[in-house]
C-alpha cells in the first residue's frame, strides 16, 4: 500500500485530545498588537503562529480553537490587519496571528515593511515552535501562499499546512485541492508532513489542531 505524501492528520486517540482540551481549556487574551521588533512580548513562553492569505478564515480558526467568540477580530476589509497580534492562551502558550498577505490596494511601502517585519519575526523568534499556513479548501495553494512557505523555508521554521472552510467543499472536489496541496507542499523543506482538515464553523478539525499544539511543548 502506497502512503500519500503529506497524509491527513488523522483524529487524536484520547489522551492526546484531553491534553489539546485542557490547554485550550485556560483563558485567552489578547496581549497586543505589534508593529516593530522592539515592541514583541517577552520570548518567556512557546509560541506557534498562523499566517494566510486575507479572507483565508484566521480570525475564525484562532477564535474556535480558543473557544473564545470575537478573540481575534475578522476585517471585512481584506489586509487591514498590518500587525503581529499576540494572545495568550493559559498561562504557557502565545497564539500569534500574522498579517494576511494577498490583499488589494495596499500600498507598496506597506506591503514591504509588513514583510521586513514578517521576515524578521520569523527568523528572529527563538520560542516559535511551528507555524501553521493557512490554505483556503475551495482556491488550493496559490502563488502568494507559495511565497510565505519559502519565507519559511529560509526562515528554517517548520511549518504546517491548514485547510480552511473544509464544509464548503465537495467531497471530489476536495480531493483535487489536496492533490494539489501536496504537490506544493512537496517543494518545500520545512514543511510539516501531515495536513490538518478543518472547518471554523462546524468545529471539523479543532480538536485535532488543539491536540497537535498541545504536543509541540
Excluded at 132 to 152: A, Q, T
Aim: proline content about 6%; hydrophobic content about 40%; some cysteine.
Amino acid at each position: 500500500m502506497t502512503t500519500l505524501p503529506f497524509p491527513l492528520a488523522e483524529d487524536p486517540d484520547e489522551f492526546a485530545q484531553e491534553r489539546g482540551r485542557k490547554l485550550f481549556a485556560g483563558p485567552s487574551e489578547f496581549v497586543k498588537g505589534v508593529v516593530a521588533m522592539n515592541g514583541l512580548p517577552a520570548p518567556d513562553r512557546l509560541e506557534v503562529c498562523f499566517a494566510g492569505r486575507s479572507n483565508v478564515g484566521k480570525s475564525s480558526l484562532i477564535n474556535a480553537l480558543t473557544g473564545t467568540k470575537g478573540l481575534a477580530r475578522a476585517s471585512n476589509t481584506p489586509g487591514r490587519t498590518q500587525e503581529i497580534n499576540f494572545f495568550t492562551q493559559g498561562p504557557e502558550l502565545y497564539l500569534v496571528d500574522l498579517p494576511g498577505y494577498g490583499y488589494a490596494n495596499a500600498p507598496v511601502k506597506v506591503v514591504e515593511k509588513w514583510q521586513k517585519l514578517l521576515k524578521q519575526y520569523l527568523s528572529g523568534r527563538q520560542t516559535l515552535r511551528r507555524a501553521f499556513v493557512l490554505i483556503d479548501s475551495r482556491h488550493g495553494v496559490k502563488p502568494v501562499d507559495d511565497e510565505i512557505m519559502k519565507l519559511l523555508d529560509t526562515s528554517a521554521v517548520t511549518f504546517q499546512c491548514v485547510l480552511t472552510k473544509a464544509d464548503k467543499v465537495k467531497a471530489k472536489d476536495r480531493e483535487k485541492v489536496l492533490e494539489q496541496t501536496r504537490a506544493a507542499l512537496s517543494k518545500h523543506p520545512a514543511a510539516f508532513p501531515e495536513i490538518v482538515l478543518t472547518s471554523s464553523e462546524k468545529g471539523d478539525g479543532i480538536a485535532t489542531l488543539r491536540s497537535i499544539i498541545a504536543h509541540l511543548e
